[in-house]
């Protein structure tokens, strides 16, 4: 496999919407961390059209306190959620220049940098991601990256023996932990690399009976396909696929494992209220799934 091919397969391994890890990272740290959110988007659900309304409050409200490093950092996160990643970027940074002292801060900076680049971990992303280690050495978001550089790099092994540290300190059940499983499932077969022993000696993906255990992520072969397109074209191609799933499951709705599944894609997208009319569709089709549904609607954040 050429560099080239490498990097895309990497980078769609990245942001395969809601379906891998680096966005239920992010998605999960926001909402565990995340401030009051100001002015009407503060309250309902979280879907474009109130991330909008939010990137206006906040722009507004930094113009007469522009350090306001909080402020920054949700200026950022609404920015990413409406894929301005470059802009997410300059906010991130500010806010990180204004409170070095935050990792979240700087993992969320380098985040949007990968994002926003061609495919890679650029220096810069490398750099906030290696501060945000520095200052809290269990931040799952940059561990899980710097991973990434590594394999990037070359340094297969490396890389896994860091997603393997991840997930031997991630919690039981974090939204994250399937997802780094397929990642290190994917680049071992990628490289030649035997983990299924390794894997096979963790503890369970999540604990027995918890709904995310049946939340999958994309085929080896939907992210090596989407890895040939350009950036953009990936980004329609993950739609079509969680459009997709939408379609399948309003023909068959008596599919709670499908259902979970597009609640986590609508969550991590930050379709906050197709998420919740997803789950209650399910649970409508589904009674008999209910503690599945609630158990995963609780996991993944969704309104109930």
């Known amino acids: 496999m050429s560099d080239t091919t490498t ?3 990497s980078r769609i391994a990245l942001i395969g919407a809601a379906l891998l890890a680096v966005s239920a990272i992010g998605v999960k740290l926001w909402r565990d961390r995340a401030p009051e959110v100001p002015t009407a988007a503060a309250t309902g659900p979280t879907g474009p059209q ?12 930094l113009k007469t306190d522009p350090n306001d490093a909080e402020g920054w950092r949700m200026l950022g996160w609404s920015f990413f959620q409406t894929q301005r990643y470059a802009e997410a970027a300059m906010a991130y940074k500010r806010a990180a220049t204004l409170k070095p002292d ?57 890389a896994i023996e860091d997603w393997f540290a991840l997930l031997k300190d991630s919690p039981a059940g974090a939204p994250w932990e399937a997802d780094v499983r397929r990642t290190i499932e994917a680049v071992g077969a990628k490289d030649k690399i035997d983990v299924k022993a390794r894997l096979a000696a963790l503890r369970p993906a999540v604990p027995s009976g918890t709904a995310a255990a049946a939340i999958p992520g994309p085929s080896t072969d939907q992210m090596r396909a989407a890895s040939q397109l350009p950036s953009g074209q990936q980004e329609a191609m993950i ?31 930050g379709r ?16 008999d799934a209910k503690a599945q549904l609630d158990d995963a609607a609780k996991t993944l954040g969704v309104a109930r």
């Open 272 to 287: 906050s209220s197709d998420a919740a009319a997803a789950y209650r569709t399910a649970l409508a089709a589904n009674p």
């Open 102 to 158: 935050n990792a979240d801060y700087w993992s969320s900076l380098g985040e949007a940098l990968v994002t926003a680049g061609p495919g890679n971990v650029p220096a810069d992303a490398r750099a906030a991601f290696d501060k945000a280690v520095a200052l809290d050495p269990k931040d799952p978001r940059a561990r899980y990256f710097i991973g990434v550089s590594k394999d990037m790099a070359g340094d297969h092994k490396g």
């Open 50 to 61: 109130d991330v909008g309304a939010m990137i206006s409050s906040l722009e507004a409200k």
């Open 7 to 9: 990097r895309r397969f």
């Open 239 to 269: 739609s079509g696929m969680v459009e997709g799933l939408a379609a399948k499951l309003k023909a068959n709705p008596r599919n709670a494992e499908g259902w979970i599944m597009l609640m986590r894609s609508y969550a991590t997208l």
